[in-house]
């Protein structure tokens, strides 16, 4: 049997603190019995019995959460390592972990976590230290191990100091923007890991300390401006801003077009955000300032095109593929008056990640230059030729251990060069999103889990994994085998591209007539039956029948929808043409038609 993890709440969601921004107090609170009290010790030997019956000797995960744990009582932890001790007939790896909020600690808990080995930990509210604090010296060089600290009381980070701060979308995703391109690194293409956590990829958990940063995060951050530079002629004419944002952004804005050394705009940069980050500690002031939506516009495009043209040069000088992360070794220290800074720095890439070039696809580029890079990213390493997958990364053999965990795995297993399903599906979809269907169509139909041989991924194909061992693990019988089976973000990246490959990137659009309905879907052959009849269930409800019988795929581009015709229960409507107009889009959103059929033909 694989090994096993359980989750215990000993306290349900009892509490002994209520903050506000706690989501399973609000989860507690909404249900029929917020909190179903302490467990009784008969229900924690039944847990313990079940879990090592179903490990039969193989590694058990006991992990204590909450609400608050420790208000179960010493009592009942004692006694609940007792019976995982008597229990364990078969001798299991047993490991232990709790989280707490660490408000009940005292010499006995740390006793008990001490004699049995816990994995301790402590979720406190933290705030991210000014730059100059953040470093310290060791034995390796100068490395970034302080990052975060315990968040002084009575901050307010949305309120006023009049009262609870009133925002938009817009001056959200504003601040947002500001915020993490003052988070910029040296290369001014990728955002700094400045509260000691990597991002996405986790088990890169030692890159803060080396400085680390991400391109792929400098890729996302570009997503946002133009996301709102595209959609500047809805904004009203003036938008409303804190003072403190307005101010940051302005300042950012003023920073990019000074000639300046990059090394000092780096440091101008973190100086900028540190300060909005003390003026706002407690609490906006409350003062808005007004700036109009072509003001908005250019500071946007300001910040914009100066991280597009770093992104593309590191892009280029990493062989035409995106970087994913860089580290920095401090050549020279700078003495300053609240720590040490870096002086001179000498940045390094890791070897190439697949996150890297699926983050860039989503940015705007020309089709052609996608085309090209996932072109090279078929060429690389990040191929697994013997599977016909994608993996994480390539080889990390001459990358520090510092780096994190994942320099610890085996190759090919894990979280190091083993095909990660979730980043490979964001792959697929970005493939999908930049209209590459011939790249789509054959890796889609060639990497995706049900399309795999059950005997090569060692379990049913209709269900998901987090990963499969790659060809590079010295394991051969394990070569492509799919390992921790649940749901995950692979699931979500799956769903979507299934809604777009079925009904299009918006179906649903705008034009002078109002809301209008138009289906584009994109199914390789292997998907499109010989009839060319294929049916989906659009937003849930509504069943689409696709009639094709005269082709072999529907490549957008390729073919076109010919006409609708709508079953609503009392009849028929016919639509000409691949436009659904506002009457019937609406119903059809709404879910108030029984059946769509569709007519499609070669072009």
Known sequence: MPPISIMIKPASSTCNMRCKYCFYNDVAKNRETPSHG???LQTAETVVKKAFAYADGN???FN???GEPLLAGKAFFRATLNLISRANIKNSPVFLGIQTNGTLIDDEWCEIFKTNDFLVGLSLDASVRPQPERFCMTENGLRQYHCVQAQMPGRKWTQTRDGTAVSNLAEKLILLCAVKYATLDLSGAAIEMEGGKPGWYDAMNGLPGL???SAADGCELLRILDFLLERKRIFPDQIEVYEEIANLLKSLCSLEKAHKAAYEKWVERNRLRDRYRAQVQNGFSGRRTALRAEETANILNCLAASLRQSIARETEENGGICPTYFYYEAESIRPV???ILPGKMRKSALPLFLEGPTRWMRTRQTEAAKRSVADKVRDSAL???????YKLNESLENV?????????FPRGWLEN???WVHMEYKYLLALLACGNYDRFFTDFTAMVIPFLSPETYGRSTLENSSFLVSSINSDSASHGRGFVSRLSGSTAEFISIWNWMLFGKAPFGLDDDGLYLSLCPAIPARLLPEDGKLMGTFLGKVPVVYHAANLEELRPGAYRITGYQIYDGTGTAFIAGSKVPAEWAKQIRNGGVLRLEVSVEPI
């Open 38 to 40: 302490a467990m009784s």
């Open 59 to 61: 590694p058990v995960w």
């Open 211 to 213: 400085l680390g940063s």
């Open 337 to 339: 008056k609240s720590g």
């Open 417 to 419: 060069e083993s095909i």
């Open 400 to 408: 520090s251990f510092e780096v994190g965990r994942t320099r610890a």
């Open 383 to 389: 191929l697994d030729r013997s599977l016909n997958m």
């Open 64 to 66: 204590f959460q909450g």
